[in-house]
């Protein structure tokens, strides 16, 4: 499972959202809307991903 990989992209803005949601996004490696980041497809990086679903977008890489 860890050779598969996953693209996030940020869609909506953190901001107003809880401190832990915004450490996560950080956390993702996402900066400003519209940036994406090509991730491992963990389980740890899927429950980030989970925590924080309504500001992203998820495709497989």
């Known amino acids: 499972m860890a050779d598969k990989r996953i693209k996030v992209t940020l869609v909506r803005s953190p901001i107003g959202t809880p401190e832990s949601h915004r450490a996560t996004v950080r956390g993702l490696g996402l900066r ?30």
């Open 32 to 61: 400003g809307i519209n940036t994406s980041r090509v991730l491992e497809d963990t389980p740890e990086v899927r429950g980030m991903i989970r925590k924080v679903i309504y500001l992203l977008t998820v495709a497989e890489a």
